[in-house]
């Protein structure tokens, strides 16, 4: 399956911007979804698994959320600031295809 | 604290195998509560998961890479390998080891990345 989010976005600090990850086939609810972040320069990081939960440090302007309807997820990050400007990857399983990369959202803070 | 370092040459030719080792702080490969994964990103690109292994001997790879992956494990040094063969400049990437825990049925998080090691391919 194939999972796929827009190319970027762009918002101004203390707005709330909604990446989407939309899965091709197969129902995005049959897999929990992971979102994460990765600043220039560096590895990964969580900020969402199983749909929607927060490791611990990541601040609750982060959420996640599934909609059965689109088939899609969706990263919410609310109160922007400007240390979120960062790449955000959306990351799901299914036992054929094992494990599927969205290919990432440019998330500009200005 | 659990830490993942890769390490590996930075430059490898052109129809040469590639690899790579990760070492393993504060966990054990052979635990069976985790998958171990590479991940890798081209310059200015995404992520594209390569493989993994997990401690029942069971490894799985992208279909993608058409078999010229390979992950295994060094349970006495504690480290996982990638070797990847006959490279060509598309395998130039920021090389990943990272850490799958599977807290819940359905779910697959890859909770710890290692920092990542830049592999060029060029004669």
């Known amino acids: 399956f194939i999972l796929t989010q827009p190319h970027s976005m762009s918002e101004s600090p203390g707005k709330t911007v909604t990446i989407s990850c939309t899965r091709d086939?197969?129902?995005?609810?049959?897999?929990?979804v992971q979102w994460y972040q990765q600043r220039p320069g560096s590895s990964p990081t969580t900020v969402i698994y199983?749909?929607?939960?927060?490791p611990s440090g990541v601040p609750d302007r982060f959420s996640g959320s599934i909609d059965s309807s689109s088939n899609s997820a969706s990263l919410t990050i609310s109160g922007l600031k400007t240390e979120d400007e960062a790449d955000y990857f959306c990351?799901?399983?299914?036992?054929?295809?094992?494990?599927?990369f969205g290919g990432g959202t440019k998330l500009t803070v200005l | 604290q659990v830490q993942l370092q890769e390490s590996g040459p930075g430059l490898v030719k052109p129809s040469e195998t590639l690899s790579l080792s990760c070492s393993v702080a504060?966990?054990?490969?052979?635990?069976?509560?985790?998958?171990w994964n590479w991940i890798r990103q081209p310059p200015g690109k995404g992520l594209e998961w390569i493989g993994y292994?997990?401690?029942?001997?069971?490894?799985f790879y992208n279909p993608s890479l058409k078999s010229r992956a390979g992950v295994s494990v060094d349970t006495s040094n504690n480290q996982v390998s990638l070797t990847l063969t006959s490279v060509s400049a598309a395998d130039t990437a920021v090389y990943f080891c990272?850490?799958?825990?599977?807290?819940?049925?359905?779910?697959?998080?890859?909770?710890?990345w290692g920092p990542g090691t830049l592999v060029t391919v060029s004669s």
């Open positions: 990351q799901s399983y299914d036992s054929t295809t094992h494990v599927v």
């Open positions: 990272a850490r799958a825990t599977l807290s819940a049925p359905g779910s697959f998080w890859l909770d710890l």
């Open positions: 292994w997990y401690v029942i001997g069971s490894t």
């Open positions: 199983e749909d929607n939960k927060r």
């Open positions: 504060g966990d054990s490969v052979n635990s069976g509560d985790h998958y």
């Open positions: 086939s197969g129902s995005i609810a049959s897999n929990y």
